[in-house]
């Protein structure tokens, strides 16, 4: 279930916004000139396949937004430890408050992960689960957390051909609110 939770950037113990619905969810981030879509779930996607099963969603949003690059990143759990050590960096990675110089789109088509949009003295966290499509605007200060055992296939867009390109702002905001695994676990 896709879940929305709103705090102040200074007090991630108060929670302004906490809602499950799609419709709620998809207001609120309008607000702030994010896009949320619902695309229908197909078994089975992998990264190998992803593209070919949203072929005609993903034709449609990369026309209507001019993308160049699109790909499919698959992250699946498992116990070998080279597989436990790059999950663990690329998390750390992506756990860093940073902005993009365009749009970073998202759709999950299996799994989920957690978007945290850090906008007007506020932070928003978007837990988007497959099927959900998450369009964060360009400057757009934000983190993502994909858990301490990352699960997901997710299409990715891309305005340049040099793909995912992070301009870290050096704040350590994101370590001081509830992770993926603490917002997953409490549902």
């Known amino acids: 279930m896709t879940l929305l939770t709103v705090w102040p950037d200074t007090d991630p113990g108060t929670v302004l916004v906490r809602t ?5 969810i998809a207001a609120e981030l309008k607000r702030l000139g994010v896009r949320y879509e619902q695309w229908p779930v197909i078994p089975g996607v992998t990264k190998d396949n992803a593209l070919e ?26 116990d070998d430890p080279e597989w436990l050590a790059s999950a663990a960096q690329a998390r750390l990675k992506f756990l860093a408050e940073h902005t993009h110089d365009d749009d970073e789109d998202r759709f999950f088509a299996r799994g989920s992960g957690i978007f945290y949009l850090h906008v007007d003295d506020r932070v928003y966290a978007i837990l988007c689960e497959a099927g959900d499509l998450l369009s964060v605007p360009e400057n757009t200060t934000h983190w993502f957390d994909m858990g301490t055992r990352p699960d997901y296939v997710s299409i990715r867009f891309f305005h340049d051909d ?20 603490e917002i997953t676990a409490s549902r």
């Open 20 to 24: 499950a619905d799609p419709a709620e």
């Open 53 to 78: 099963a949203y072929r005609d969603r993903v034709a449609r949003v990369t026309e209507s937004e001019g993308y160049v690059l699109v790909d499919a990143m698959e992250m699946t759990p498992s």
């Open 162 to 181: 040099d793909g995912w390109i992070g301009n870290f702002t050096g704040s350590d905001i994101a370590t001081k609110f509830p992770t993926f695994d």
